[in-house]
């Protein structure tokens, strides 16, 4: 980019490790010139509009509300915002005469309260609230319930949004909302305690607990501790999928349904893992990095992991489950025109690395 000239094109250059690549060549472009105003409703100029372009550029509007794109060509899409105004999407195709545009700013007026209760209709305090538009302008805001379980945000433009409630208390909830143009909107919202969730993580075979597994449940995390447990809580909705994963181990997940009454509880039993480990090179011998490895099932119907080659054509991958495997190479973009893909059988051994699974390309 250039401020006399518009912007080059775009050029998509692909690099193997350790590769390096000449003669890229990059022509500024014969642009026309993209000014504009920015105005309030009563047609004042409005400075510290801040005008967002296309390629990721920023300028502010100055004291007369004059911004400065600088030379560019084909469309573009500007972008202006400021705190207390309704942001604005400006969309010009840009010809052979310069251009300027000019936009009116309307205020951000809209106000959005609430209350939050819980199930036996009592006020809840330090409620994190979440307010994100939909319109995918406007910036999320965040603020706390007080004493009396109320909220309000203020400076809002008119739309729909999704509203987020969080408590370390209450299942997390969340709830859309529509902001009305000029009017104040006040919805009720609840809370509920949710439920929760006992596990226990141990090794198949001993029984011994597994610290510091990994527990995702619905996009959440938790980690087990010397005893090879923990305490999932404030879940909501009937049932939730429980995924464990631990270094050494093979990973396992399980759909949880709501209990009637009290806590769930569930006990995994996981595997010891298998390793497997080898080296990726072309027709000639020599490594090649950037490779892609996928391991499947040695059915091929499910793929188990997928790695990549080090500059020096290694690759391993952990946490395999023990059995027959099919174990592919595919060649890195910049030689997938030269490179056939390759696959061979393997197998996977509990608590062991298979070594040595080499693969080599053949030319096409």
């Given at each position: ?44 100029p409005l400075a510290g509009v801040r005008v967002e372009l296309e390629d990721g ?33 400006v969309e010009v195709e840009l010809g052979r005469a310069d251009v300027e545009v ?176 080898g080296e990726v090179m072309d027709e000639r011998g020599e490594p090649v990095g ?75």
């Open positions: 980019m250039h401020g006399r000239h518009a912007a080059s094109a775009v050029a998509v250059v692909t690099l193997t490790p350790g590769q390096t690549r000449d003669g890229v060549v990059l022509t500024l472009g014969r642009g026309v010139h993209l000014t504009g105003r920015v105005f309030d409703g009563n047609r004042r550029s920023e300028v502010l509007t100055d004291m007369h509300g004059v911004f400065d794109a600088g030379y560019r060509r084909g469309r573009e899409r500007l972008v202006l915002r400021r705190a207390g105004l309704i942001p604005e999407v000019e936009r009116l700013m309307q205020p951000a007026e809209g106000v959005l309260g609430g209350r939050v209760r819980d199930g036996n209709d009592q006020p809840i305090a330090g409620v994190r609230v979440t307010l994100t538009p939909a319109d995918g302008l406007t910036a999320t805001q965040l603020l706390w319930t007080d004493e009396r379980g109320v909220f309000e945000f203020s400076d809002l433009a008119p739309g729909t949004g999704r509203v987020e409630l969080d408590h370390p208390d209450f299942a997390p909830e969340q709830s859309r909302v529509r902001v009305p143009r000029g009017v104040g909107k006040s919805v009720e919202l609840r809370l509920f305690a949710g439920w929760a969730l006992a596990l226990g993580v141990r090794a198949r075979g001993t029984g011994a607990p597994i610290a510091g597994a990994r527990i995702e449940v619905d996009d959440r995390l938790w980690s087990t501790d010397e005893r090879g447990t923990a305490e999932v809580r404030r879940l909501a909705g009937p049932r939730v999928r429980v995924v464990v994963r631990a270094g050494g181990w093979v990973a396992h997940s399980e759909v949880v349904d709501r209990p009637e009454e009290g806590a769930a509880s569930l006990l995994f039993e996981l595997d010891e893992a298998a390793g497997m480990e950037g490779a892609q490895i996928v391991v499947r099932t040695g059915d091929g119907e499910a793929v188990l992991a997928e790695a990549w080659t080090t500059a020096d054509g290694h690759w391993s991958v952990p946490d395999l489950p023990e059995g027959d495997v099919l174990v592919e190479a595919i060649p890195p973009p910049a030689l997938a025109q030269i490179l056939a893909p390759v696959t061979v059988e393997s197998d996977a051994r509990r608590g062991h690395v298979t070594r040595e699974v080499d693969l080599r390309f053949d030319r096409l």
